[in-house]
């Protein structure tokens, strides 16, 4: 058996030995390039080494101490930070690997994109130069207990008081509570509160207000704020380390110059005007979040992958031949239908999350220029694959915990906790199904649109070929054609506009349009889904167009790039055959290549999920070591639990010992 650097054995040496291809080469394909591979592996090593980032215990912690540890842990992640002089993206990656959610993740990713997107230059100054040195740690209060999605009927007001220079903060009704921010319950000393600007009687809708909602001499409420912790959340461990928060006002006073001014502003006399910036420069700060969640999205999904594909190759159950050994898991054709599409889905996600990353810089050099046009296009494709990718990630997740038989309910197999702390991206930032809703209402839009000769930009310019994608058959004959990149875009692309257009039609019919669209909401959805779905198809396909170099990479990834395309087909086989892109015959070709794909995957599956390069530290796991040494690891891991503690339970003396004893004190009725 091979060792590893440390002297360990390496149980996957076998495995790993299999490769058609070079693993490093890999890494740089998934990574973006040798830098980045370079920085993220100093910055997990950097982490893994440092015993305050320990997290073995963490799901044994109570709410707490768990809490206690997140700031702990961020408060020394900050230390590093300042003590080595990390750049911007060193410090990013350092949080990123000490996996925990926390303030800062808000601080960071919400309050600072806020200001920098709605305040003034003045604004930013005061504020971010304090925010940049944790002098205020600030929070982004939008969602209310009685609203979240529909950002519009949020209740908390902010009404100008032109006498004292004012606006009061203020939380008229119990559902106008503040509730879910992360960061507000206890850790934040500021938010950038969303509130109903009134001025001069008149309600001028959701605006941004920075607020202080702390001492910050003894971090206690300032008067007339409460504040607090919404209480556990789903899971061990998990997202509990966030203090998610509840805030109330009670005619809270702040200066006018705290409403963020860069798109609008109430004057000293309290006229509210207009400033000379677009609105639509916000679109800027939502592509940008959303390209993030897509880019977590292949980091979680990968992580589980990566458990579930080394276990599986370890675990061996039935099939032995004559005292034998058994088989290997992943050898099941089972297994590998249901985990190698996860595997290129892993992949797909991070191509897509990289064009995402070039969108946003696109979108935003536009926006710079003045030219709006590419931007409903750039919302409804953002909005998409935040929805698609999060809920298929979520879904996976749990897969991959099947995949791993009973031990992957174990919380030290790293999948329970992945799960409930990834869960709750599918409503965060925009309920999915919402989502998708907006993404159809754009669809529908440049549907309606093509007839008057508008031609579609972006992810939509299929949209503009609709003479021949309406009556366009497959020409595939035999599996073999299926690994045809024009022959798989041109089904996806019909499927996608077929769809999009019954829809239109049938919306069409009804009394009105809104009825028809109301009416046939989950057709619609299915009609964004298959659009969104075409868009990571067509990513993973022009991603194989560049230059890819290293020996043998191209090829696992063109594998890859089938397995999801085809995969998805077979999924949605149903779509394909009603609207006529495929017929049955085609439909079953696809399903015989995607078994030949699957056995092509087999002896490259431990080293594509090697390229992902995560330490033992980050993926946190005992099923998904790197050197496959599980067994010893479980045992070990169970000896850690506060349970076991003591050799007799808390408890025997009063409860188990008068059982057994039979002398329960029985009362007389």
Known sequence: MALLDGGEADHLAGERATAQFDVDAMKVAWAGSRHAVEVNDRMARLVASDPVFRKDTRTMLSRKELFKDTLKKAAHAWKRIVELRLTEEEANLLRLYVDQPGYVDLHWGMFVPAIKGQGTEEQQKKWLTMAYKFQIIGCYAQTELG?????????TTATFDPNTDEFIMHSPTLTSSKWWPGGLGKASTHAVV???LITEGKDYGIHGFI??????????????????????????????????????FDHVRIPRDQMLMRLSQVTREGKYVHSDVPKQLLYGTMVYVRQTIVADASKALSRA??????????????GSQAGGPETQVLNYKTQQSRLFPLLASAYAYRFVGEWLKWLYTDVTQKLEAKDFSTLPEAHACTAGLKSVTTSATADAIEECRKLCGGHGYLNSSGLPELFAVYVPACTYEGDNVVLLLQVARFLMKTVSQLASGKQPVGTTAYMGNIQYLMQCKSAVNTAEDWLNPAAIKEVFEARALRMAVNCAQNISK???????????SPDLLESAVAHVQLIIVTKFIEKLQQDITGHGVKDQLQNLCNIYALHLLHKHLGDFLSTGCITPKQGALANEQLVKLYAQVRPNA?????????????????????????????????????????????????HLRPLLKQQLKLSRL
């Open 147 to 155: 609203h979240g999605s529909n950002v519009q009927g949020l209740e």
């Open 211 to 248: 607020v202080q909602l702390r001492s910050l001499d003894d971090h206690s409420p300032l008067p007339g704020i409460t504040l607090g912790d919404i209480g556990g959340k789903f899971g061990s461990g998990a997202y509990n380390s966030m203090d998610n928060g509840v805030l109330r």
């Open 510 to 520: 009804a009394p009105s349009q809104e009825e028809g669209f109301s009416e046939l």
């Open 194 to 196: 969303y509130a109903r």
């Open 606 to 654: 431990v080293a594509l999920v090697d390229a992902f390069d995560y330490t033992d530290h980050y993926l946190a796991s005992v099923l998904g070591r790197y050197d496959g040494n599980v067994y010893p690891a479980l045992y070990e891991e169970a000896w850690k639990d506060p349970l076991n503690e003591t050799v007799v339970p808390d408890g025997y003396q009063e």
């Open 305 to 318: 992958v990566c458990i579930a594909v080394r276990y599986s190759a370890i675990r061996k159950q039935f």
